[in-house]
Structures are given as C-alpha cells and as structure tokens.
C-alpha cells in the first residue's frame, strides 16, 4: 500500500527549470517502479520517466530525454524529477506513479498516483 504525494510544480517561463517531488506518506519506495507522467488539457496522460528502485535504472520519453532527470534519494524515500529548458507545450498536470512491475510507458502498469502537481511554463 503507498499513498504519493508530490510536490514542486509552479510557474516558470520557457527555458527555465523546476524539480518535482515525490514522497511517500504510507509505505516505501524500495520494492517499486517509480514513475512520472503528466497530462495536459484535453491530452492522454503520458509517460515522461522512470526509475527502478532498487538498482536505479531509468528510463525516458523520447521528447524529454537530454533535458529531464529522475532520481532517488533513498534515505528520504523520495523520487525526484529535475526538468530543464522547459517549452510551453509542457504545461501539463504531473503525477507520480508506482508500479510492481518493469519499468514501463503504460499508465496502466502503474497501480499507485499521486493527486498531481500543476506545472505551468509560460511563453
């Protein structure tokens, strides 16, 4: 059982950076895929990152690879996405998500969400 909750979205202009957070208030990260996916106005929900936990192997989407990291930290049990040169057409709900299987695109392999943290880049 994980209750996710995130953290860190606000407004940035395009070219800016933020990092989001994810922290656990039930449960722990350590036998889980983690991941985040974001959701702009009338758009499916996307697959942006990845990690696994316990060896830290990551994964991206392809339009976010070079500009976006996704890290751990263990000791506070809490999974991070570092997002540079931010465009506009990021605009978009982020939600952190856990999965117990491989590290995977499909929202539908991710049992666990967070209530989403808005990021808004403006032009």
């Known amino acids: 059982q994980l209750q996710l909750v995130e953290s860190g979205g606000g407004l940035v202009q395009a070219g800016g950076s933020l990092r989001l957070s994810c922290g656990a208030s039930?449960?722990?990260?350590?036998?889980?895929?983690m991941g985040w996916f974001r959701q702009a106005p009338g758009k499916e929900r996307e697959f942006v990152a990845g990690?696994?936990?316990?060896?830290?192997?990551?994964a991206y989407a392809d339009s976010v690879k070079g500009r976006f990291t996704i890290s751990r930290d263990n000791a506070k049990n809490t999974v991070y996405l570092q997002m540079n040169s931010l465009e506009p057409e990021e605009t978009a709900v982020y939600y952190c998500?856990?999965?117990?299987?491989?590290?995977?695109?499909?929202?539908?392999?991710?049992?666990?969400w967070g209530q989403g943290t808005q990021v808004t880049v403006s032009s």
């Open positions: 998500a856990a999965s117990s299987r491989l590290i995977s695109r499909l929202k539908s392999d991710y049992r666990y």
């Open positions: 039930v449960g722990t990260f350590s036998s889980y895929v």
């Open positions: 990690i696994r936990w316990r060896d830290g192997r990551t």
